[in-house]
């Protein structure tokens, strides 16, 4: 059971950097965000580049977001060290 909820977790987290690596790609295609599969990527990513889009590099002409990528950076890091050790600690207490 534990390990398929860590499975499952895991799984999630990628689908959630594969739909802001569509997003992020979307956003060089004109297309309607009023298409129901935007706007249900736009919603499910949207809560983790929000955090990040404060964070701005460059100058104001040459301003670039770089939001994708440290969204992305931060779900790798959450499932290499917070999603791993925390499903170890707990399978070591439990068996």
């Known amino acids: 059971m534990l390990l398929w909820i860590y499975q499952v ?17 979307l956003s060089w295609i004109p297309i309607s965000p009023y298409n129901p599969i935007v706007k249900i990527l736009y919603e499910l990513t949207e809560p983790l580049l929000k955090p990040f889009r404060a964070i701005r590099i460059g ?13 992305i950076l931060a779900l790798m890091l959450i499932r290499q060290f917070v999603l791993y050790p925390l499903f170890s600690l707990i399978a070591r207490i439990i068996y």
Do not use: C
């Open 59 to 71: 100058g104001a002409a040459g301003m670039i977001d770089f939001s994708p990528v440290f969204a």
């Open 9 to 25: 977790t895991s799984m999630v987290i990628v689908i959630l950097q594969w739909a802001i690596v569509i997003r992020a790609l």
